[in-house]
Each structure stands twice: as C-alpha cells, then as structure tokens.
C-alpha cells in the first residue's frame, strides 16, 4: 500500500471502504515529519472514503504542525475530490 520511494512516499494499489482505516494508521505512522509528498499516481481503485482518507492525512499533519502533500492525483480521484468540492484542499494550485 505505502511504499517508501527516496524521502517521500507512494501509494499503491485499491484504497476503499474495506481497507481505509488500516491505511489510514499505517499513513498516520508512516508520515512522521514535516514535507512529505505522497505519489497516488498508482492508485488502482478508490471511492469516496479516499477522499476522507486523504483529509484526514491532512488534517493530522497541519495538528502536529507539519506540512503533506499529494502529487500525480489519478482522474477518477481527481473527479470525487471535484465533486465533494475538496480538490483544492487535495491538490492546492
């Protein structure tokens, strides 16, 4: 799921409702300081819990002071993002 890829990491493969919460720890363990860039351009399958999943990355960063961000958005995600009206908390400009 998260892969270590240099200083930064990657996500791979389905991020869904059946498998959110134990990605959402291993994030939460995984992203311990401050600039972390997450590649999703291997994201395989995702649906709307995501999309939470990524907010909720954010919002432990911005708790602990510390900045994520997410590159390489695939279409489909960057479609739900658009349609909950996320996309700029997810990708910013």
Known sequence: MIVPDG??????????IDNAPDVLAEGL????????VVDLSELEEVDSSTVSLL???LRAARRSGRKLG??????N?????????????IQPG
């Open 7 to 16: 200083d930064n990491y990657r996500l791979q493969g389905r991020v869904t």
């Open 29 to 36: 363990k995984a992203f311990d300081r401050d600039g972390v």
């Open 55 to 57: 907010l909720e990355w």
């Open 70 to 75: 997410f590159v390489n958005l695939p279409a």
């Open 77 to 89: 995600l960057v479609s739900l993002a658009t349609l909950y009206g996320v996309l700029e908390m």
